[in-house]
């Protein structure tokens, strides 16, 4: 199954990724993001687009890359990218899912929230993350809806089983005393435990 978690920047993609993987033996992380800072990096100046999800090419390699992974690797793999464009989302997940067995579902979040976690990365009201907010909720709203997880007001674990639980995966129990304690502060893509929140929402960001 290829499990696509959508969501605003900020809405905990990532690290729900990590956890999900830890807690899905045989599973995989494939980022999307990585073709867009290659493309980036490599394209000469003057050709540069402020979304790289606007490159043909950037949308072509992931769904070709999915595409293979998923025909050949028979564990779960794990996909934290936001899409908001309609077009896009039917492009990458409407041209899987003709394939593959995919579930989408939107890390929801309010604009409180985002802010929060945002802020808790050290991003500034003028980063990118923060710029996106607006449209991201809108999009979410209107343009691509299927399936949203609400996450206000939850630890990281308990989105993790309430992600488990949508996609009916058995999830290894998590006898960790820091998961039980609301320990949430993960270091990006390191699986790494950093700072002890309370809840994953606007009272305890990650």
């Known amino acids: ?6 969501g605003a920047f900020g809405a905990g993609k990532t690290q729900t990724a990590c956890e999900l993987r830890r807690r899905l033996p045989g599973s995989c992380v494939y980022d999307p993001e990585n073709a867009g ?8 100046p003057g050709l540069e687009r402020d979304d790289f999800q606007d490159f043909p ?3 072509a390699f992931n769904l070709e890359m999915l595409d293979y992974a998923a025909s050949r690797y028979e564990g779960h793999i ?3 990218m936001t899409v908001t464009k309609r077009a896009y989302y039917e492009e990458l997940v409407g041209g899987l899912a003709k394939k593959h067995e995919v579930r989408h579902l939107i890390l929801w979040a ?3 929230t ?5 802020a808790s990365r050290l991003e500034r009201p003028d980063s990118w993350g923060y710029q996106q907010i607006g449209r991201c909720l809108d999009a979410f709203t209107t343009q691509v809806t299927e399936e949203r997880v609400d996450t206000d007001g939850l630890t990281l674990c308990q989105v993790v089983e309430k992600v488990g639980a949508v996609c009916g995966l058995a999830l290894a129990q998590d006898g960790r005393a820091l998961c039980a304690a609301g320990w ?4 990006p893509r390191s699986g790494i435990f950093v700072e002890r929140r309370e809840t994953y929402g606007p009272s305890g960001d990650f």
């Open 1 to 6: 199954m290829i499990i696509w978690l959508n």
């Open 37 to 44: 800072f290659f493309i980036r990096d490599n394209l000469p």
């Open 57 to 59: 090419m950037w949308r």
């Open 78 to 80: 794990i996909v934290p």
């Open 110 to 112: 309010g604009r409180e």
């Open 114 to 118: 985002l802010e929060k976690r945002l």
């Open 184 to 187: 949430t502060g993960w270091l």
